[in-house]
């Protein structure tokens, strides 16, 4: 039988029932055991008792032995069947073993010695698909009703003892050709085969025999009831982890792993990764040693395929084969040294005591560091790194940053990284506010100024400025270029910025300091004939807190077309001489400077006059506007109106005085007229006046509360000893009451009130009341020309000579 037969022929006893015939002195008895039919049952299931994900099958045979004490062998096979083993379920690996009713008797000889036949499930062997990676099955008793009995002999009635059961724990075992038998020692060898008996836990186990001693007759085993079943898991391959020195002795394993670990392969395929493998620590200290890490390699004298890198990525397929199944992992063993890790100012003082730590290292080994640039303070500030050195050496020893930290330790040591605050550069400019670049001459600008990281920078910047032009400069604000361009912070004094983070442009705004001042316009004279010319003068009076400068003239747009515009300015400061300025027509409309004139504040000399001439064109009683602008360093351009009025060379303007009286009264003049017999009407001579005349009284009453009064008298006409008759009457026909409104502006108009009527007015002195009114305001009365007449008596006069009387016109107002 060759090598191949024997070892698939490996017999299993799983399940039995067996009959012990032991034959004794007595000889022919007989003993006779009935066993009825049995189910019992087998379940293959994962470690963690889930259904296995592969179909496995079981199989074996049901065999008899005859035991024979007294002889050589004492085995011998009685008789052999496949065992009746179902699948109910193909998904389900769990078995059915039909167990058939059992009977036998047997005849005890009078041989010595003990006899007996025993019932055995034998060859047991489990096999299945992509299983390699299950290494055996075991079994475990579950919950078992087990009962153990003697019945004695010598008892009547028999006395039943009760015994715990004694239930093997065996395994199926994977062979090398993939199938899974039971582990357990053989019993003995019958035709050549090795037979292996096992008592499952249930079975039924039934024995007759005889023995010499004839004190047991019958003994009974019963394991476990119909139906029962046997639970077989799956113990599986493994990887096992190691730790060594680079020696391959054991060391002890860094904290969280454990030396020898076993992973369980549960598939095939099967892709191992060492929980934790890339975590692994770089060095561990235990003890007064250090261990470095150096690699790891898989499997069983494999040092020569180590995998340096670090961290580790420990992962590999299974090979389903204990001895390549292996993970070493190798330290370096050193003693260890201790490097004491300081953080310093420049003052050798800790930066933040907290950042200090210490580390262990190997002796002889070679510390290196990269100490963070920056690295943040728990206060919020960011600290730069300068270099390092040696707690021994002085801060002069000081290697810079630019020098690796690189460090030999043969015994403990200290290393102190040496930081100091960041630094940030503040640039801070001065600027025009009108268009936020414009420099300043002022010195130094910009200015640089630095200051600590996370710290605050405050500055106090000046109210005031003059630059290198004499110039003078308000504050305005300042604005935070960097961190919010273009907004300025309006009149921020001191300027603050918290936890300076970074470089920044600060700008301080100043404005052109500006003054105050007052200018008036004054016409020489203010009535003037058409044509003629009018003087003006002016005086620009600084009543602010700096010098009056950049000055520039203009007239506005209310600058009458009838006034020209002058050739020539005359600037004559409070001290000073004066200064002429040639000017244009557009030189006028547009604005000049007034270079070079600059008007002190305070004190006697603040101020400077201006004069200059012009020539006034209009229509009678025409109001001409005059307003002139001065813009320079103030808050806004100062301006100063007046007007000239053309005079009526017919009615000339009597310029009274005070606010009511008299501004325009007629002068009647007849011309010539023939003496006559009969009484006649004259009216005025054309020839006597300039133009186009219609006579009109124009007066004013800004001041009264209760009125006014408008009368006239008329003295007799005489001329030299000779006079004309009191009869004779000036009548003044159709008079129209107005009101002028918009009085000595350039819209100055008439607006009709009521009529006046006629007024016969004699030249005996007699006062005619013209017209009243109870409203303050200027009024005129006009006439047509030919409504003036004078009413002459028959033969009044006599010819060739001039006859004149006064007109006394009275306004009457009551205050």
């Not at 093997?168 to 037979?195: C, E, H, M, R, V």
């Amino acid at each position: 039988m060759n090598k191949v037969f024997k070892t698939s022929m490996q017999l299993v006893i799983a399940l039995g029932i067996i009959l012990g015939i032991v034959v004794g002195p007595e000889a022919n008895a007989t003993a006779t055991v009935n066993v009825p039919e049995k189910d019992v049952g087998i379940k293959l299931l994962a470690k963690d008792g889930s259904e296995l994900s592969v179909p496995l099958n079981v199989s074996g045979d049901l065999t008899e032995i005859l035991y024979t004490s007294y002889a050589s062998p004492p085995y011998s096979l009685y008789s052999s069947a496949s065992a009746d083993i179902s699948k109910p379920s193909p998904l389900v690996n769990e078995f059915s073993i039909k167990l058939p009713a059992y009977n036998r008797s047997i005849t005890f000889g009078a041989v010595n010695g003990t006899r007996s036949i025993k019932r055995h499930l034998t060859n047991m062997k489990i096999t299945g698909v992509n299983s390699r990676y299950i290494k055996s099955f075991d079994y475990k008793a579950g919950n078992i009703v087990s009962v153990y009995g003697e019945i004695q002999r010598n008892s009547d009635p028999p006395v039943i003892q009760a015994v715990p059961p004694v239930i093997d724990n065996y395994s199926f075992i994977k062979q090398a050709d993939d199938t899974y038998l039971l582990n357990i020692p053989p019993f003995g060898i019958i035709d050549g085969l090795q037979y292996y008996s096992l008592w499952l836990g249930s079975s039924l186990v039934q024995e007759i025999s005889r023995s010499y001693s004839a004190i047991i007759d019958r003994d009974f085993f019963i394991y476990s009831n119909q139906g029962d079943t046997n639970y077989y898991y799956a113990n599986y391959q493994q990887v096992k982890e190691i730790f060594e020195n680079t020696a391959g002795t054991a060391i002890p394993a860094p904290s969280g792993y454990t030396q020898n670990k076993l992973s369980d392969v549960t598939s095939d395929p099967f892709t191992y990764t060492m929980s934790g493998g890339n975590t692994l620590p770089k060095t561990y200290v235990i003890g007064s040693n250090i261990y470095t890490y150096q690699g790891w390699y898989k499997g069983a004298g494999n040092k020569s395929s180590i995998d340096s890198s670090y961290p580790p990525n420990i992962s590999f397929g299974a090979e389903f084969d204990d001895a390549k199944d292996e993970v070493h992992i190798v330290y370096d063993v050193k003693a260890a040294r201790v490097v004491t890790e300081q953080y310093i100012d420049e003052s050798s003082a800790f930066v933040d005591p907290t950042w200090n730590g210490t580390v262990s290292v190997p002796t002889g080994s070679t510390f290196t560091q990269t100490p963070a640039d920056p690295k943040t303070h728990s206060s919020g500030a960011d600290w730069e790194y300068l270099g390092w050195k040696l707690s021994t050496e002085p801060m002069a020893g000081m290697r810079p940053k630019t020098t690796p930290v690189s460090q030999v330790i043969n015994t403990n040591t200290i290393i102190q990284y040496v930081y100091r605050k960041k630094q940030h550069t503040l640039t801070e400019k001065f600027v025009d506010s009108a268009d936020g670049t414009t420099l300043l001459g002022v010195s130094p600008n910009p200015n640089s100024v630095t200051t600590d990281d996370a710290d605050t920078y405050t500055q106090t910047p000046a109210s005031s400025l003059t630059d290198t032009s004499g110039d003078d400069w308000e504050y305005v604000g300042w604005e935070n270029v960097t961190d919010a361009p273009g907004t300025v912070n309006l009149v921020t004094i001191p300027v603050s910025i918290t936890n300076v983070k970074g470089n920044k442009e600060i700008k301080y705004h100043y404005r052109l300091k500006k003054t105050t001042a007052t200018l008036d316009l004054t016409p020489t004279p203010q009535v003037v004939g058409s044509g003629n010319t009018v003087s003006w003068s002016t005086r620009l009076t600084n009543t602010g807190l700096t010098a009056l400068k950049d000055l520039k003239l203009k007239a506005t747009t209310n600058w009458a077309a009838g006034l020209s515009a002058p050739t020539k300015v005359t600037v004559t400061p409070a001290v000073g001489v004066p200064v002429d300025i040639t000017v244009s027509p557009a030189d006028w409309v547009g604005g000049f400077s007034l270079a070079g004139i600059s008007i002190p504040n305070g004190g006697p000399n603040n101020y400077a006059d201006i004069t200059f001439t012009d020539t006034a064109t209009g229509a009678v009683n025409q109001v001409l506007p005059a307003e002139i602008e001065i813009d320079g360093n103030m808050a806004s351009p100062m301006t100063a109106e007046n007007f000239v009025r053309i005079d009526d060379p017919n009615e000339p303007n009597l310029l009274p005085t005070g606010n009511a009286g008299l501004l325009n009264i007629p002068d009647f003049r007849f011309g010539e007229t023939e003496v006559k017999p009969f009484a006649q009407t004259k009216g005025l001579d054309a020839t006597k006046y300039q133009g186009t005349y219609d006579p009109y009284i124009r007066f004013m009453d800004q001041e009264s509360t209760f009125g006014w009064d408008l009368t006239v008298n008329l003295s007799q006409f005489t001329s030299g000893a000779h006079s004309l008759p009191t009869t004779t009457t000036l009548r003044l026909k159709n008079g129209d009451l107005k009101e002028v409104q918009n009085y000595n502006k350039h819209n100055e108009s008439l607006s009709s009130i009521t009529s006046v009527g006629t007024k016969q007015i004699p030249s005996d002195g007699t006062t005619v009341a013209l017209t009243n009114s109870a409203t303050q305001g200027v009024y005129q009365i006009d006439y047509a020309f030919n409504d003036v007449e004078l009413e002459l008596l028959a033969h009044s006069g006599i010819a060739g000579l001039k006859y004149e009387a006064d007109m006394d016109w009275t306004l009457t107002t009551a205050p």
